[in-house]
């Protein structure tokens, strides 16, 4: 059984940072890629950046760019969000996403508040 459990959200004061984790078990394939979501009420969810466990690639959206970095430890099968610079905009629930190939994971999601 795959599971994905996010820590480390909370609030912050706008221009503070947080570290988001994601702790993953279950992923038997060399090939996936881990991803964080974000979503406020009445909004989709949207891609904030990913991280390919394969060729440790990663991407950004471009409102985080600059400010947001991803990356991972695999002895510990985390992968971490560093968030700096936060704005208020930036506020919302923020979920870890998982991507085997065949199927899809999802965390059950951690607040991110940053306040002005």
């Known amino acids: 059984e795959v599971k994905l459990v996010e820590s480390g959200g909370g609030l912050v004061q706008a221009g503070g940072s947080l570290r988001l984790s994601c702790a993953g078990s279950?992923?038997?394939?060399?090939?996936?890629?881990i991803a964080w979501f974000r979503q406020v009420p009445g909004k989709e969810r949207e891609g904030v950046s990913c991280i390919s466990m394969r060729d440790y690639s990663t991407q950004y959206a471009d409102s985080v760019k600059g400010r947001f970095t991803i990356s991972s430890d695999n002895a510990k099968n985390t992968v971490y969000l560093q968030m700096n610079s936060l704005k208020p905009d930036d506020t919302a629930v923020y979920y870890c996403y998982a991507d085997d190939g065949t199927q899809d994971y999802w965390g059950q999601g951690t607040q991110v508040t940053a306040s002005s």
């Open positions: 279950g992923l038997t394939s060399a090939n996936y890629n």
